[in-house]
């Protein structure tokens, strides 16, 4: 029921910095753990990065760990990933994703509402 709407991808060089938003509505906004997963062409669906509600707790793939920093604003319901030092193997659409409980889950499966995705790519 909830709606998420990332933005904020686009094509940057290797080694540039992006910003991506999340924006979330309707009845998860402001209570649950967000995330981004990111999907590349031919590959599976994989985790980057999740952020719990009330303490903030941060968890990172280790592929993104010490690059990419996840935040969120929990008066306007918007999640962000910040991606630094990109490289080619970032290239994918970044989903936004929202659990609708407390968790630390590095699984889609646990997670309840999708956005459509922002294209990320990252050029050498």
């Known amino acids: 029921q909830a709606q998420l709407v990332e933005s904020g991808g686009g094509l940057v060089q290797t080694g540039d910095s992006l910003r991506l938003s999340c924006a979330a509505s309707?009845?998860?906004?402001?209570?649950?753990?967000m995330a981004w997963f990111r999907q590349a062409p031919g590959k599976e669906r994989e985790f980057v990065a999740a952020?719990?509600?009330?303490?903030?707790?941060?968890l990172y793939a280790d592929s993104v760990k010490g690059r990419f920093t996840i935040s969120r604003d929990n008066v306007q319901s918007t999640v962000f990933l910040e991606m630094n030092s990109l490289k080619s193997e970032d290239t994918a659409t970044y989903y936004c994703?929202?659990?609708?409980?407390?968790?630390?889950?590095?699984?889609?499966?646990?997670?309840?509402?999708w956005g459509q995705g922002t294209q990320v790519t990252v050029s050498s």
């Open positions: 952020i719990t509600p009330l303490d903030s707790t941060e």
């Open positions: 994703a929202v659990a609708r409980r407390y968790t630390m889950s590095r699984w889609g499966q646990d997670y309840d509402d």
């Open positions: 309707g009845p998860t906004r402001g209570a649950y753990t």
